[in-house]
């Protein structure tokens, strides 16, 4: 695709489907349209990660994690002591817990081994990694989150049978891998579960009595912030990319809320400290194996968005966007399948340039200068609002897509994720 049908393509999509959102939404959008280029360069840093599912897996050779059956009472207790690479463990027995014959890898897992979609949830531990990165400087999971997840939700990996795997109650009859429901993952991830770490934050500033009566404040924000992320579950499972993308907003929504409930009483908090303990609540001491853990994922990150940043000569740039779109949206083989005609073609190109667009709006690399739990907590909000608006858009290029599709047409495109994993 050439950077004038790209830009025309964007430039269509921002005039036709962004036209109700706000101007500083338009102005995220107009940032995206950089050409194949700017795309390709993102894109790297998700490629040059790919060391990151190397390490994932030599970690689960080593962790309590059970890679046959993961059951659903293991959630709790691990939740308590673990970090990401343990958790990116977890979520990737439970993502594939539900399929009947699936590959050993499923092709929407992060490039840290975690995974986005955990049959019907998006985002299963949301307020760890939200709390790892505002509060341990470990953005390994939050930043995880992006093109792929919105990729995944177009084309879902689940059939409906693998789905009921992930219900509070699963059908009678049914064999499935342990997988625990998406109420009882939601369970596990919230500040009571946990134990609140923050307690052992307060004890490392030494706070006195006027710092301890603002912490107080800021761990009770912390835990309504949780109930808030695990309010968010979906209650019903989503069948279809719409319902995914309304499943996917409603989750992002609650991370914004809980952001913003945490982020007063911080900066409250974080103005009353000494420069010294300002010190050492910036670096917060962690065990010596998630320091461990935490510096490599940060070492292969900071790799790959470094590489991301370098200049990157434009033909071959062309090159490799032209192939990450011929692997991932082979829209002639789309096309023969579900029988589009001009038309229809033309909305699902959209939906394609309106996807890769995400991709720099939504690229892994956190900022260099968040260098204070404030910063962080600032960032992340910046981040999940850039999500939410790259929802929307790419929610209402498929919204249009689908309008012109008989019934038969959409089914057969629900299906085309089950067909990626060999189904």
């Not at 579960?193 to 490392?204: D, Q």
């Not at 911080?266 to 609540?281: G, M, R």
Request: net charge neutral.
């Amino acid at each position: 695709m050439s950077k004038s049908r790209l830009g025309m393509a964007a430039a269509g999509v921002a005039i036709g489907v962004l036209g109700a959102l706000p101007s500083a939404a338009e102005a995220g959008f107009r940032l995206r349209v950089g050409g194949p280029v700017s795309v390709a360069r993102f894109a790297m840093a998700g490629v040059l990660s790919v060391a990151g599912l190397r390490h994932a897996r030599m970690a689960a050779r080593h962790s309590r994690v059970r890679m046959a059956a993961l059951r659903p009472q293991d959630l709790r207790p691990a939740a308590e002591s673990i970090g990401p690479s343990e958790r990116a463990q977890l979520t990737a027995v439970a993502a594939l817990a539900g399929w009947h014959g699936g590959r050993a890898q499923g092709w929407w897992q992060h490039s840290d081994g975690s995974y986005g979609w955990v049959g019907p949830l998006f985002w299963p531990f949301a307020y760890s990694d939200l709390y790892d990165y505002a509060l341990l400087n470990d953005g390994s999971g939050f930043w995880a989150y992006g093109y792929g997840d919105l990729y995944a939700a177009i084309f879902s990996p689940y059939a409906a049978s693998d789905l009921s795997a992930f219900a509070a109650e699963r059908p009678a009859g049914r064999r499935h891998r342990k997988a625990p429901s998406v109420q009882e993952f939601c369970s596990g991830d919230t500040a009571e579960t946990t134990g609140l770490p923050l307690e052992r934050i307060g004890l490392a500033v030494a706070a006195n009595e006027a710092q301890r009566a603002a912490f107080d404040e800021l761990a009770s924000a912390w835990i309504s912030a949780g109930n808030t992320i695990r309010a968010s579950c979906p209650a019903q499972t989503a069948t279809t990319a719409l319902e995914r993308f309304a499943a996917m907003q409603s989750r992002v929504n609650a991370m914004l809320s809980a952001v913003a409930t945490v982020m007063p009483p911080f900066q409250k908090f974080y103005d009353l400290l000494s420069d010294e303990q300002k010190a050492q609540l910036n670096t917060p001491e962690r065990d010596r194996r998630a320091n461990a853990a935490a510096a490599k994922l940060k070492e292969m990150q900071d790799a790959a968005c470094q590489a991301s940043r370098e200049p990157q000569d434009e033909q071959q740039a062309e090159k490799q966007y032209r192939q990450l779109v011929a692997q991932q949206w082979p829209l002639d083989d789309i096309v023969a399948s579900l029988k589009l005609n001009d038309t229809q073609r033309a909305a699902l190109e959209v939906v394609q340039d309106t996807t890769m667009g995400t991709m720099e709006a939504l690229n892994p690399c956190p900022p260099k200068d968040a260098l204070t739990p404030p910063a962080r907590l600032k960032a992340a909000k910046a981040r999940l609002e850039a999500m939410r608006e790259a929802i929307i858009s790419v929610n209402d290029a498929v919204d249009d897509f689908r309008w012109n599709l008989s019934d038969e047409q959409k089914t057969q495109f629900e299906g085309l994720g089950l067909k990626k994993r060999g189904a």
